[in-house]
Every structure is written in C-alpha cells, then in structure tokens.
C-alpha cells in the first residue's frame, strides 16, 4: 500500500493548458503540502493545508489553486500553463504541523513530472 | 532570510571511503532539522530528525549530527545502495504554526563498487 500517491506520474501538455494533479495519502495525517522541485533539485514549498483548511499559500502565480476535499486528499490545479511550470510537483503529509516536531515529519509521494512543451 | 547551503554538490566515493555532507543553514531560531534520501525518479524519504546542538542520530551506516550554525551526515563505508540524493531542511521557530520545511539544494552521493 503506497502511504502518499500521486497521479499521474508523468504529465505531457501544450502551452496554455489547463491541467490537474491528484494526490491522497492514507496515513491518517491532518496536514498535507505541494512542493514544486526545479531542474537542480531545489525543493519549494508551494502550498500546505490542515484538515482541509489552508494554512501555508506561498509566493505562488494565482493560476495554481489548490483544493482539498477531505483531509486525505490534496489536489493541484494549474490553468493557462507556461513553460516555465515544467517541473517536478511533489505531494507531502504529515500527521500534524504544529506540536511536537515528530508530528512534522513529512512524507513524500513519488512525484509527478510535468513538462510543458 | 531563512537560508540552508548544503555542500558539495556532488561527491563520488569508492567502496568503503567514509565521507561527510554539509549542512550550513541560517534560521531566525532552529526548531529542527531534517535529513531525507532521495532516489531518482522517487520522492524524498525520510532519515532522521535533529532538534539542538550536540545531538546525533545513526541508521546503519549514517551518522547525522548537529551545531548551532551547520549539520553533517556521516557517511562510514559506504556502499552502492547508498547512492542517491541526500537533502537538508530546516524548520524555524517562527514556522511553528505552519510546520514549513526550507529545503538546501541537495547533495548527489555516487559510491562506485
């Protein structure tokens, strides 16, 4: 059973695109996260969200929106996409973002890999 | 500006040549730092947790350890499976109610047999 899982894993699209990705995680976590990792492998924070409740909205192009259903699921949408989103999006969870810090532990899903052309 | 540098970019072993990666951050307050492993093509997975200088973690043969401006993880004897991309991130006090993690740019480990 796969704890974080993203889908899809690979993600072709034209400029200007709008497009989805999808993650869930069936740890039982109450706090989950979207990070976006460059070419050089520098991973940024983009979004966080507790029990379905935003809590981390970084420097982020309004074209990217996060939603959350439930707090099991964590979905991107990316409208009107531009090369320079081609990237690797990583979802994350971790059982709690405030307490104590083994709470914070996060835990990956395998990424998903969009490349825009 | 919370900052994490981690050093060298990439570094390339033999078999059994014990090494070290570097970790410097600066942080308005460490509240704690975080090592992962990350395969290609996986996402990062986590190693170890390191809450205030002068505390060291192991798992087989890594050794993360702590001081006020920098971490390090020990590498003794490595093997080939212990190739991959070692990344550094850093919690500040200030983002304890966010539980935001600032990623380094990672450290690229091949250990040729």
């Known amino acids: 059973d796969t704890a974080v899982s993203q889908t899809p894993k690979y993600l072709v699209t034209q400029m200007g695109n709008d497009k989805s990705i999808k993650c869930e995680q069936n740890?039982?976590?109450?706090?989950m996260y979207w990070y976006k990792q460059d070419s050089k492998k520098f991973l940024k924070i983009m979004f966080s969200?507790?029990?379905?409740?935003?809590?981390i909205n970084e420097t982020v192009p309004n074209r990217f929106s996060p939603k959350s259903p439930d707090k099991a699921h964590l979905n991107l949408h990316i409208n009107s996409l531009e090369l320079g989103d081609s990237a690797v999006y990583f979802c994350?969870?971790?059982?709690?973002f405030g307490g104590g810090l083994a709470k914070n532990i996060q835990y990956f899903g395998a990424g998903t890999r969009l490349s825009v052309l | 500006e919370d900052q994490v540098t981690q050093s060298p970019e990439a570094l390339r072993l033999q078999e059994g040549e014990s090494s070290s990666l570097n970790c410097s951050y600066t942080?308005?307050?460490?509240?704690?730092l975080f090592w992962y492993r990350q395969d290609p093509g996986k996402g990062p997975e986590f190693l170890f947790t390191?809450?205030?200088a002068g505390e060291e973690k192991e798992k087989e043969r890594l050794k993360a350890t702590l001081t006020k401006k920098e971490s390090f993880l020990h590498i003794t004897a490595p093997k080939p499976e212990d190739s991959a991309t070692y990344l550094c991130?850093?919690?500040?006090?200030?983002?304890?109610?966010?539980?935001?993690?600032?990623f380094g740019q990672g450290t690229t480990l091949q250990v040729k047999p």
């Open positions: 969200y507790n029990n379905k409740e935003l809590i």
């Open positions: 942080v308005s307050g460490l509240r704690g």
């Open positions: 740890l039982g976590h109450d706090t």
């Open positions: 994350a969870s971790s059982q709690d």
């Open positions: 390191l809450y205030s």
């Open positions: 991130a850093v919690q500040a006090k200030g983002s304890s109610n966010t539980g935001k993690l600032i």
